[in-house]
């Protein structure tokens, strides 16, 4: 567990306690369903309990992890009214973000989009489902940065918070292949300066995730 964890430094440390479990909600490392004990969390820090619980605090109160004893805390599982709401917050929120990026390309910015793409499709052809959810993330949030709107990427941020620890799933249905095909869309559209086929690619790459994801964890409900 927690593999890529490293040392906390003390100063400002329970900053950096929150940031270091948000990037690991972000790039998968958490199970929903799965309890995570808040000592082994402080052991793979290096910290005390304390930044811990303070940092799992924040999480528990924008609804991002659930209490599952008075020692362990988890990512709760999705209702499909939840999940349809995050869907279409979502496609709000993140298409014009990418909308404003396009406005804002330039030379770097694509050859930075071109390069997290080769590793998508890396990770994609290898099977690396953790190596996939990472590089998914950091593509997304390079599209999103060039919007240049901190408020429009905080907000996102909580969203990714809320939906990342889910989208392993999606390797189920081969959905990571499908996904990089939007992908590749949305970096062709950008070249072109065209950004209604960009947001309509991002558009169509989370719909078809949430797709998936309702038919994996709803389907044999009754």
Wanted: glycine letters at 4%.
């Amino acid at each position: 567990m927690f593999k890529n964890a490293k040392p906390i430094q003390k100063d400002k440390l329970h900053d950096q306690v929150y940031d270091r479990l948000c990037m690991l909600l972000r790039e998968g490392e958490f199970t929903p369903g799965q309890a995570v004990p808040v000592a082994h969390v402080a052991e793979a820090f290096g910290v005390s309990a304390m930044p811990v619980r303070e940092a799992l605090t924040r999480l528990l109160a924008i609804g991002v992890v659930a209490n599952v004893s008075g020692r362990s805390v988890g990512v709760p599982a999705l209702g499909y009214p939840e999940l349809t709401d995050l869907r279409n917050v979502r496609l709000e929120v993140e298409t014009l973000a990418a909308r404003w990026a396009v406005a804002n390309r330039d030379a770097a910015f694509i050859g930075d989009l071109e390069a997290l793409l080769e590793q998508l499709e890396t990770t994609e052809r290898s099977g690396e489902v953790r190596g996939y959810i990472k590089a998914n993330y950091e593509f997304h949030l390079r599209l999103y940065q060039q919007s240049r709107s901190p408020v429009l990427i905080d907000i996102i941020n909580t969203l990714w918070l809320r939906v990342s620890p889910h989208l392993y799933q999606l390797e189920r249905e081969d959905q990571y292949k499908v996904s990089n095909e939007q992908h590749r869309k949305i970096v062709e559209a950008i070249r072109k300066g065209d950004a209604e086929q960009a947001s309509a690619s991002l558009r169509q790459d989370i719909s078809d995730a949430y797709d998936v994801l309702v038919r994996v964890l709803f389907s044999t409900e009754a």
